[in-house]
């Protein structure tokens, strides 16, 4: 059972151009959400957040916007440059009897063509 | 700046052979995780510590064991090498609980079982 699923496995895009990332879940006890970049040979890096309480966060280059009645999340990249090539995992924050734990989606390739 | 120290970063194991995948913090974080990432999937939670002494099972924590006796280090314990092992680890840590104490990661340990 995917609670959280990124259905596009591989994206391209132009230098320059905006990048979408997306994402979607099914557990409506999600309290934050979160993305995490992943570069070969080195392990997630945090990215972004966004509270459920929220629809929008922006750092930057990177916002990620929130819908929660269609349960979707996605991440915009602006512009996108060479250096945002990686793999991008959405991840998904419940409290379990009191502890925190993340659910990840299987990530999606990002390759920016120069 | 060390953040999250994994040892060794690949290993061959024999089937029914046991090993200690090394995970070392030097954040004084006080939680501590271990995933399993298997191809084309998303990180699945193995165990988690909310301070030394304390463990927990995650979602996939057969054939593994844990231990937590200092806040820096949380051990991963392969007892029985089995195939479906065959993953690439990572450790991560955070201070706290909460929206902004994002996970930090190591950089994995990339196991295969023959």
């Known amino acids: 059972d995917q609670q959280v699923k990124q259905n596009s496995p591989s994206l391209s895009v132009q230098e320059g151009r905006i990048s979408i990332l997306n994402c979607d879940y099914t557990n409506s006890m999600f309290d934050y959400f979160l993305w995490y970049k992943k570069y070969p040979a080195e392990g997630p890096t945090f990215l972004i957040s966004?509270?459920?309480?929220?629809d929008k966060n922006e750092d930057g280059r990177f916002t990620v916007f929130l819908n929660k009645s269609a349960k979707h999340l996605s991440l915009h990249i602006v512009p996108s440059q060479p250096g945002d090539s990686a793999v991008y995992f959405c991840a998904a924050s419940a409290y379990d009897f009191g502890n925190e734990k993340l659910t990840f989606g299987t990530g999606t390739r990002l390759t920016i063509i120069p | 700046n060390a953040g999250v120290t994994q040892t060794p970063k690949f290993r061959i194991l024999k089937i029914g052979q046991s090993m200690t995948l090394q995970c070392t913090q030097d954040?004084?974080?006080?939680?501590m995780y271990w995933y399993r990432q298997d191809p084309g999937m998303g990180l699945k939670l193995i165990y988690y510590?909310?301070?030394?002494?304390?463990?927990d099972k995650g979602e996939v924590p057969n054939g593994y064991n844990v231990s937590r006796s200092t806040t820096e280090d949380f051990p991963l314990r392969l007892e029985l090498a089995a195939p479906s092992q065959t993953s690439v680890y990572f450790c991560?840590?955070?201070?706290?609980?909460?929206?902004?104490?994002?996970?930090?990661f190591g950089d994995g340990t990339r196991l295969s079982i023959l």
């Open positions: 954040m004084n974080h006080n939680y």
């Open positions: 510590s909310v301070g030394a002494g304390i463990t």
């Open positions: 966004i509270s459920s309480i929220k």
């Open positions: 991560a840590s955070r201070l706290r609980q909460g929206t902004n104490q994002p996970q930090h």
